[in-house]
């Protein structure tokens, strides 16, 4: 008999209600018994004791059970969510895990879980898909587990209601802590309510609709952080995401059709998301390869589309559009060649745009190309298309890459100056909210690269000074600092007091001079071991140097050989270095409230101070180089005083940022030992202009 009929003859239901559920049913997919359940006519109970009846097996009423987690952990997230299966009992004596599911007749799912939990018994049971989901979602996809990061990468969320059934911030938040906006819009809260438990972990408000057109009734004009539609929703949501774009292009819109389903679509579409986008740069890269240029000439705009898009926070399936039509532009712009001053790169985007349509191709995309440059004064005072939002990404990123050349190191000074072009076109050809995140960005890169420049420094010895040069360019090109020297005094000097990064010994002499040549400055204290030390020299020699492998060479290279094999194996090292730093910087950031004291040379005041600010911690900081004092007093995690000898507030900070070798010390202190505030500058501000006056000095001194 169909469960229809079990039901209707155990008077379980009527026909009416079957029809009902039936019309559900294929307006919203999901199972029969499901939509009974949702609709109050069948208990979970009578629904398992009719399944069971007609699958001839033993059923399980999940919402009686106490389900353990340490049962639960028997079966792993992914597949528990995959398959809505739910593992309820464990016998020690008879090693049986007993596990719900909606189709116990599977033997594709019974040979599965046989093979993911080796050893034990495996016997399944039916249970009411509801009931699956929910023990599903509150024991695998919990609040604040990974699964859970995966599920809606949009921190945590706050959701409860007042007694007029009003949406308010709960667990005793006020309005003025609550950390951004969700709108949740669904035609079934009762199937999602399992969604709202994850969302409601925060302070985060969360809203409510069953519509879209409900939902472009209730934005207004708010931002929202996130925006989940369910897929069988009515009404126009391609409106509703219009309108959120125009308010915010930042808002992310997730389509779902269950909230396994938001888990599982990451999981397995990520994969394939990368691969397109490495499948696009490696075929401009083959380009440029074809064509003998150093560089990928054709990637650019692509690379940067790509890093944008992810930096507002575009859904994925956005992303992927406009990061294609980016890559289209790279290389229409290669095949059709430079575009004189003017209009003429219009004409390069018409003559890609008749390509295109003379292959069907996405229209999309095309709308994106054609978006590109349009003056967008007194225009989507409502709608943002994404074809507009996409074209606008792509005309910022293509004016800064015409304005940056090819493989250029981009500097704060250089940055400055676009930043300035760029702000004076805000609101005319750049919408303000896309063109501030570029900038953002970007500042951000700087920055990072900036606070790495310590890990840059590379002592490059050569005899021939001539010699050198190739290899100098090519590391300097690369965003190396490089110190050339063509003796042993100079390179043994420099080792003690700059305290390089790493040092490459170019030496082309017979394998024993080069043996002397190692063995020399190792006596007189550079210790090879611990400075990682590449040996760049003849095909032959190299074959005769392997046994200083063994007593810490980094590794052996053939000057031959392409120079790429060595900026490769440098980069390597230098992650390596910077991946120890992080985990220095980890243990500082975690050191006991009581107090730390530390090594410049371990650990430098940009680390300090970023440890200490998301640590929010009030302290008192003193550094010294041995010569000088800088004392700090941090509240909260911010500077708010600092002194280093007549300088107060950042300035001092910024002489402080220069040490390299001395120490410091952190002690806890009281609020009230914290003396009047000299300083007006954020923590980010004083990293961003002292690394730029770091920057400028190094300039001065080469």
């Given amino acids: 008999m169909r469960l229809d009929e079990i039901l209707v003859y155990e008077g379980l239901v009527n026909e009416d209600q079957i029809k009902q559920a039936l019309v559900l049913q294929k307006q919203q997919g999901g199972r029969l018994g499901s ?18 009846r007609q699958l001839d097996c033993e059923g399980v009423i999940l919402s009686e059970q106490s389900l353990s987690r340490e049962v639960m952990a028997r079966i792993p997230a992914q597949l528990a969510i995959a398959r809505t299966i739910v593992p309820f009992a464990f016998d020690p004596s008879t090693n049986e895990l007993k ?13 599965e879980l046989r093979f993911v939990v080796p050893g034990c018994a495996i016997k399944l049971y039916v249970a009411a898909e509801p009931a699956l989901k929910t023990a599903i979602t509150k024991y695998y996809v919990v609040p604040g587990s990974e699964s859970a990061e995966e599920v809606l990468p949009v921190n945590r969320y706050w959701d409860t209601r007042d007694d007029t059934g009003r949406i308010a911030v709960g667990g005793g938040s006020t309005p003025s802590a609550v950390r951004g906006s969700v709108l949740l819009v669904t035609d079934d809260l009762q199937a999602d309510q399992h969604v709202r438990s994850i969302l409601a972990t925060a302070s985060f408000r969360v809203m409510t609709c069953d519509s879209a057109d409900d939902a472009i009734d209730l934005i207004g004009n708010q931002s929202f952080h996130t925006v989940f539609i369910r897929d069988t929703v009515s009404g126009d949501y391609l409106d509703l995401i219009d309108r959120l774009r125009k308010i915010s292009p930042r808002t992310r819109v997730r389509y779902y059709s269950s909230a396994e389903r938001l888990l599982l ?96 191709y996405s229209a999309l995309v095309i709308g994106i190309l054609k978006a590109m440059y349009i003056n967008l004064r007194e225009k989507f005072t409502k709608r943002l298309p994404i074809e507009t939002l996409g074209g606008n990404i792509l005309t910022i990123v293509d004016i ?121 400055i190792m006596s007189r204290g550079v210790e090879i071991a611990k400075t990682p030390t590449f040996l760049l020299t003849d095909t032959y020699v190299t074959s005769q140097m392997t046994a200083f492998l063994e007593k810490g ?54 680390d300090l ?94």
């Fill in 35 to 52: 939509h009974l359940i949702r609709n109050g006519w069948v208990s979970e109970a009578n629904l398992v004791r009719a399944l069971a």
């Fill in 99 to 111: 596990v719900a599911c909606e189709d116990p007749a599977s033997t594709e799912l019974l040979n």
């Fill in 265 to 360: 679509d990451d999981a397995s579409s990520s994969g394939n998301d990368e691969l397109h986008i490495r499948n696009l740069e490696l075929f401009t890269a083959l380009l440029a390869s074809k064509d003998n240029l150093p560089a990928n000439h054709s990637g650019t705009v692509g690379q940067l589309t790509d890093r944008l898009c992810r930096h507002i926070g575009l859904p994925d399936r956005d992303r992927l559009t406009i990061t294609n039509a980016a890559y289209i532009h790279d290389l229409s712009k290669f095949y059709y060649g430079a575009t004189a001053a003017g209009e003429d790169f219009r004409a390069q985007i018409s003559l890609t745009v008749k390509l295109l349509d003379s292959l069907n």
């Fill in 400 to 520: 800064f890459c015409d304005n940056i050349s090819l493989g250029e190191k981009m500097s704060l000074d250089k940055f400055d100056k676009i930043k300035h072009k760029f702000n004076d076109l805000r609101g005319k050809l750049f919408l303000p909210e896309v063109v501030e995140a570029f900038l953002d960005m970007i500042q951000g890169e700087i920055l990072a690269t900036e606070e790495h420049l310590r890990y840059n420094q590379v002592l490059l010895y050569c005899s021939d000074l001539e010699m050198a040069r190739p290899v100098e360019a090519r590391l300097k090109n690369e965003g190396f600092r490089v110190i050339v020297v063509a003796d042993q005094e100079s390179l043994v000097d420099l080792y003690h007091r700059g305290n390089p990064d790493m040092i490459i010994l170019l030496e082309m002499g017979a394998p024993a001079a080069v043996t002397v040549l190692i063995e020399a």
């Fill in 553 to 606: 060479i980094e590794d052996l290279i053939a000057i031959d050989n392409n120079l790429s094999l060595l900026v490769t194996k440098i980069r390597k090292v230098r992650s390596r270095i910077e991946s120890q730093a992080t985990g220095r910087l980890s243990q500082t950031a975690s050191a006991p409230a009581t107090g730390a004291v530390g090594n410049l040379l371990d650990m430098n005041l940009i």
């Fill in 609 to 702: 101070l970023q440890a200490l600010g998301p640590s929010r911690r009030t302290v008192k900081l003193i550094v010294s180089d041995g010569k000088s004092e800088l004392t700090m007093y941090l509240s909260q995690g911010q500077i708010v005083s600092a002194r280093l000898g007549d300088k107060v507030g950042a300035e001092a900070v910024y002489d402080g940022l220069a040490w390299t070798s001395g120490f410091w010390n952190i002690q806890s202190i009281p609020p009230t030992e914290i003396p009047p505030p000299n300083n007006e500058y954020s923590n980010e501000s004083i990293l961003m202009e002292g690394c730029r006056r770091l920057d400028e000095k190094h300039k001065t001194a080469t």
